[in-house]
């Protein structure tokens, strides 16, 4: 009796301030489309991105020795414009092992020896491993990932339309897609999180599992000849927040334990993102859908 009471009164909710709902995610929308043009039209770029894309050296340096940070980025800094230093823990503890040093640019002696001299560590091939990525081959790979996310957009949004074959109900799976990744990358921006090319691997990932949600909601709604629109939408919320829900708690898990910063960035990306969906699925394109639907003479 109170599930039937707590589903009446959500009903309610949702049919009496359906627009209003909508209001919130397109702000969002339009503030990080805002956001990124802006940051562009400043830096180049939509987002900052590590040495993976944009070229230069990734030092990790192994020891069990005590690494003074501050210092040794002001040795690194006599030489190099722009460095990052981070820590490197063990597996499962916060056992610091080492640390990684990234920089844009490549000058291997040098670094080696400003290292040697912040750390009087000797460096050999024991404890130092270099990744160096040219600038051409960085944004090249950057090139191609952006390539690849835009025609995944391009394929997705045919393949809806193909399935459903209806412009408004593709149109809102696609903007709610859209706006997943324009959010997440604006709020990695205010993080200040570098992003690498396994961070836009995570965003290839991030947008289908929106599709997934969002197609799920557009099924359940469009597609139920016998219920009305609320329990499409009802029935759609239950199992696609029972899908984030899992998927958040296993990702956030894996962050926790995880010492490997290209996984923490991948897992913080997905949860940010999943979060995000969230919000756009269930105030946006559900509302979207049921006034559609009614427009169309759905019960």
Excluded at 195 to 201: K, N, Q
Excluded at 270 to 296: F, Q, R, W
Aim: no cysteine; charged share 15%; glycine share 6%.
């Amino acid at each position: 009796m109170s599930h039937q009471i707590m589903s009446l009164k959500l009903k309610t909710l949702f049919e009496k301030n359906q627009k209003k709902m909508m209001i919130l995610p397109i702000l969002m929308i339009v503030v990080s489309f805002i956001f990124l043009i802006t940051t562009y039209t400043q830096t180049g770029d939509l987002i900052d991105k590590d040495v993976s894309l944009s070229g230069g050296m990734t030092l990790t340096l192994y020891t069990e020795q005590t690494i003074d940070q501050v210092k040794l980025e002001n040795s690194l800094k006599q030489d190099f414009s722009e460095i990052s230093i981070r820590k490197l823990s063990e597996f499962g503890t916060n056992k610091e092992i080492g640390v990684v040093i990234e920089t844009p640019e490549i000058n291997e002696e040098s670094i080696k020896l400003r290292i040697t001299e912040a750390t009087g560590i000797i460096l050999t091939e024991e404890n130092l491993s270099i990744e160096v990525v040219g600038s051409s081959l960085g944004d090249s790979f950057y090139s191609q990932m952006m390539k690849a996310l835009i025609f995944a957009f391009i394929f997705m949004s045919l393949t809806i339309l193909i399935t459903f074959r209806k412009i408004v109900p593709s149109l809102a799976v696609v903007i709610v897609a859209l706006g997943d990744l324009t959010i997440t990358l604006s709020i990695l921006n205010l993080m200040g999180m570098k992003l690498s090319s396994a961070g836009i691997a995570a965003l290839l990932l991030l947008v289908g599992y929106s599709i997934d949600t969002d197609v799920l909601l557009t099924t359940r709604v469009l597609k139920n000849r016998e219920g009305t629109i609320w329990e499409g939408v009802l029935s759609s919320m239950k199992t696609g927040l029972t899908m984030t829900i899992t998927t958040i708690s296993a990702l956030g898990a894996a962050y926790l334990v995880s010492t490997s910063l290209v996984l923490k960035q991948m897992f913080a990306i997905i949860i940010i993102g999943l979060l995000i969906d969230v919000i756009l699925t269930y105030m946006l394109n559900a509302p979207m859908l049921s006034l559609y639907a009614k427009k169309e003479g759905g019960k």
